[in-house]
């Protein structure tokens, strides 16, 4: 083995090379950057993409259809033309406030980089099945769907041949969808809540179109089987979510896939000391994707859970070419604007604003609602108001505020974002 | 032919085979399961008790207080973890302190050292989450945690480097004595031993019919157990216990060894001793008492739940005797059991000598064993002097709890060995994290089908049919 070289320095290092790493990089090369870093724990560039082979990537960005393999290779591309440094198998194990990042791979052992700036892009991981909290056995054959797809899609190992979803994340949605595409039956999607946690149109093309049905307020109650799943009892579910004894139904199936959440993977963003979003699960950012550690960023599902890969991609340039502004010092902290929402939206990202350049405000609503307007205030100030016939927690929202909106605000102004009915 | 047939690798069984490798002996150690450790050893609260909760003169005081004192080291030369953390019983009313005081005499009677009365300003010192309603504590500073699965693993793996033999799958059908040899088959298999020693756990009584021996009973009592993830783990330092009242002995709360918090167990007496299923009813009480010991529990932390089954005799006590010349039974060995174990390990041994056996010492037993966790606990710098005989160490597997292929390799090479993704993740922690295996078990997968030389489609979650894979895809075959 080479001699392992344990102090290194980069000007950048992006922490992921999944979707948001890589147009990270993209971005900051772009910015005239060259001294970048990124660190990736799998073996190949892509991130999750690289097990998502269906296609409806890319409308966004690039104007056209993708898998998720073609999404990522199209950026994995332009990492490559640039040349832009990356090392595979190499996971980073902690990051600390003095933005000194420490990581091992099999080359170089456990290693220190002094960082100028880091972009945190390490993506989420799926709520697990202890985290529901069902009674019954512990067989096997209960995986999340993300596991499904990777033993089905990298592995070429079927997980089970009769099958019961719980939860209707997208995940899980297309894996109902792969499933029934590799001869196995899928029985049923079941959703706690009164509407489905995807997009319509994988409920549509993953469901429907398989003629597949989906339970809502309906949950998995109690788990059967000694050695290998032999089926679950369902219930539908109340108001208040609690099922109700009568209507427990026994499905059987040898396996169960978990669609129920996903959750930003922020280890190591704690680890720096960054606080969380209560509600995102990710850091609070300002515009420009910082932390409150000035330096270090995020962006993609890190930093709060995307619905398209293109908006991962959109946010990442964001936080890209922000980091190239604070490694040359450019980067302004002129104002202070803290958002805050009504807890019909649950939450913005950004959570604050520190410049008035236009920022593009993401946010997910609580429920379903249907003919509201999002309002935008600063203090009783409208700044803006945009109507939607339907909103629902499955679909990201989002509003522009201009340079010339934020200009008119208080340097230290709280904005304020609420639904409001719309009268007809 | 066998000195000993041990039957039951729990914690039990594997310390008393250990203790016997310590003597010039031919040991073997059988087990139904496909891996060690798969009983009560394997889900319950994992605590060390300081030995004031037994009758006073029982053998469960006797071994108990003798257990705890001996744990500490039993653990240092294993390998094993081990934290004296101390342990509170919290009371909520005056009726409660009375009952604590009775306690505290109880253990100053069996002998137990360092217990004392706190009230809820001291207590509060002590633990600053402790609940609203708590008006009174008993301490116990001799309390301890340790992971029992753990403890299991490292003396069964120790007495195998001693020269003991390990059959898993091996479930005992029939023993026979003849011409005074014990001839114990299962299934497909027979071995012989001279003495056979029933550390059976739920099922010691049957195996006890099996000689003939009928005058206890055992009965599986269920207690179900919810853990939490690591950001919990140090809302208590202290095991947390529940004055035990006319509502029953109520729930524990504490840290464990590996830094996560664990609540339970409820306790049912139930029918089926294959039956480890948790409950609705179970989980929500856990859920509703839990909180009134201790404040701030996150119930969406939880990670898992599971259930074990403590082996409840019908005498009341540990049942540890020879009731037929060469066949011992270890059995009823409920709680304190885990805490007992070391030291029900030596009574056996002093039963055999009093009875006249003859017993060698074995000059070559060494009784340490590396732990596999060793590599975790490195600095950087030693580590990477690992790394660089070994790049397998440098590769994580696991994220959540950071182990590497390194380690889950040598777990694999390492006794007893792990057939099963259970089995690695048991001995390696991996999957054992917040993700609880999203990410990793398709790896784990395939190290262990590599290392084993199987098909990927054979390996399982937990031996039997519990296989993690069905089949292959339509374009799956290469």
Avoid: W
């Amino acid at each position: 083995m080479a001699q392992m070289n344990n102090q290194r320095r980069a000007d950048l290092v992006i922490i992921g090379g999944g979707p948001a790493g890589m147009a990270a990089a993209v971005a900051a090369y772009e910015k005239g950057l060259r001294d970048i870093l990124i660190l990736e724990r799998d073996d190949a560039l892509g991130g999750i993409l690289r097990q998502c082979i269906h296609n409806g990537f890319g409308l966004h960005r690039f104007g056209e259809e993708l898998t998720g393999p073609e999404y990522a290779a199209r950026y994995e591309k332009q990492v490559k033309e640039y040349g832009i440094p990356f090392m595979l198998n190499t996971m980073v194990i902690d990051v600390d406030e003095s933005k000194v990042v420490t990581a091992m791979n099999r080359e170089c052992g456990i290693f220190k980089i002094e960082a100028k700036a880091i972009i945190l892009a390490m993506g989420c991981r799926e709520r697990p099945k202890g985290a529901l909290n069902i009674a019954g056995s512990r067989p096997a054959g209960i995986y999340t769907a993300g596991t499904a797809q990777k033993f089905v899609n990298m592995k070429g190992l079927m997980p089970g041949r009769e099958v019961l979803i719980l939860g209707s994340g997208d995940i899980g949605l297309i894996m109902a969808r792969r499933m029934t595409l590799e001869g196995a039956k899928v029985k049923a999607v079941c959703e706690l809540m009164p509407y489905s946690g995807g997009l319509a149109r994988n409920i549509e093309q993953c469901l429907n179109d398989f003629g597949i049905p989906l339970y809502l307020s309906h949950t998995v109650v109690e788990i059967h089987g000694k050695e290998r799943l032999t089926g679950v009892t369902i219930a539908k579910v109340d108001e208040m979510r609690r099922p109700i004894p009568e209507t427990r139904e026994f499905i059987s199936c040898d396996t169960l896939l978990l669609s129920c959440g996903l959750i930003p993977e922020n280890e190591l963003t704690k680890s720096a000391g960054i606080s969380l979003d209560r509600i995102t699960g990710g850091a609070v950012v300002d515009g420009e994707r910082e932390c409150e550690i000035p330096g270090i960023f995020a962006c993609g599902n890190v930093l709060h859970v995307h619905d398209l890969v293109d908006y991962v991609s959109e946010e990442a340039v964001i936080a890209g070419e922000a980091a190239v502004k604070y490694i040359n010092g450019e980067k302004s902290h002129g104002m202070a604007l803290n958002l805050v929402t009504d807890g019909k939206i649950r939450y913005t990202v950004p959570q604050r604003i520190t410049s008035a350049e236009k920022t593009k405000v993401y946010f997910r609503v609580a429920n379903v609602y249907r003919d509201v307007k999002i309002v935008v205030k600063d203090g009783e100030r409208v700044i803006l108001e945009k109507k939607k016939q339907k909103v629902a927690p499955g679909e990201m929202e989002t509003v522009i505020l201009t340079a010339d909106m934020l200009s008119a605000c208080e340097t230290n102004a709280t904005i304020s974002f609420s639904l409001e009915e719309v009268r007809k | 032919m066998f000195d000993f047939a041990v039957i039951g690798a729990g914690v039990v069984g594997g310390l008393v085979a250990r203790e016997l490798t310590k003597y010039k002996l031919s040991v073997c150690v059988i087990e139904k399961e496909s891996d060690v450790a798969m009983g009560a050893t394997r889900a319950n609260s994992a605590i060390v008790h300081a030995g004031f909760d037994a009758k006073e003169g029982t053998l469960k005081a006797l071994l108990n207080v003798r257990g705890s004192e001996m744990m500490e080291d039993v653990c240092s030369e294993l390998g094993v973890k081990y934290k004296r953390n101390g342990s509170l019983v919290v009371g909520f009313n005056d009726e409660d302190k009375e009952t604590l005081l009775s306690l505290i005499e109880r253990g100053r009677t069996n002998g137990v050292k360092g217990l004392s009365l706190l009230e809820r300003d001291e207590l509060l010192k002590l633990e600053p989450n402790i609940g609203d309603g708590v008006t009174c504590a008993l301490r116990a500073e001799t309390g301890a945690i340790v992971c029992p699965y753990e403890l299991c693993m490292a003396a069964v793996g120790n007495a195998m480097d001693n020269g003991a033999e390990l059959k898993l799958n091996f479930k005992v059908e029939k023993i026979e004595k003849c011409g005074g040899v014990y001839r114990i088959s299962s299934e497909n298999d027979t071995i012989e031993a001279k003495i056979v020693i029933n550390c059976a756990g739920v099922f010691s009584d049957e195996i006890a019919r099996l000689v003939g021996e009928d005058t206890f009973s055992v009965r599986p009592r269920r207690g179900e157990y919810m853990l939490l993830d690591k950001e919990c783990g140090e809302l208590v330092s202290h095991t947390v216990f529940r004055c035990p009242s006319k509502m029953g002995k109520g729930v524990l709360v504490s840290p464990t060894v590996d830094g996560n918090l664990l609540l339970g167990p409820t306790a049912e007496d139930i029918d089926d001793k294959n039956d480890t299923s948790t409950t609705p009813a179970g989980l929500a009480h856990l859920s509703a008492l839990a909180g009134e010991q201790v404040k701030g529990i996150h119930l969406g932390k939880v990670i898992t739940s599971f259930t074990g089954l403590r082996a409840t005799g019908s005498t009341g006590d540990f049942i540890i005797n020879s009731p037929i010349d060469g066949f011992i039974n270890c059995a009823g060995v409920e709680s304190p059991g885990l805490t007992s174990a070391p030291a029900i390990a030596q009574y056996v041994v002093e039963m055999l000598k009093k009875a006249g056996a003859e017993l060698t010492k074995n000059e070559s037993f060494n009784g340490k064993r590396r732990p596999l966790h060793y590599f975790r606990e490195l600095g950087i710098d030693e580590k990477n002097e690992v790394i660089k005989n070994n790049p397998d160490y440098a590769h994580v597997v696991c994220r959540c709890e950071t182990v590497t292929a390194g380690e889950i390799i040598e777990a694999i090479r390492t006794n007893p060995r792990p057939t099963s993704i259970d089995g690695i993740k048991r001995r390696t922690r991996a999957s054992m994290g917040r993700c609880q295996g999203g990410f990793c078990t398709p790896y784990m997968v395939e190290l262990l089908a590599r290392e084993m030389g199987l098909p990927v489609t054979e390996i399982t979650k937990s031996g039997g049919e519990s296989y993690i894979n069905v089949g292959k895809t339509a374009k799956g075959g290469n």
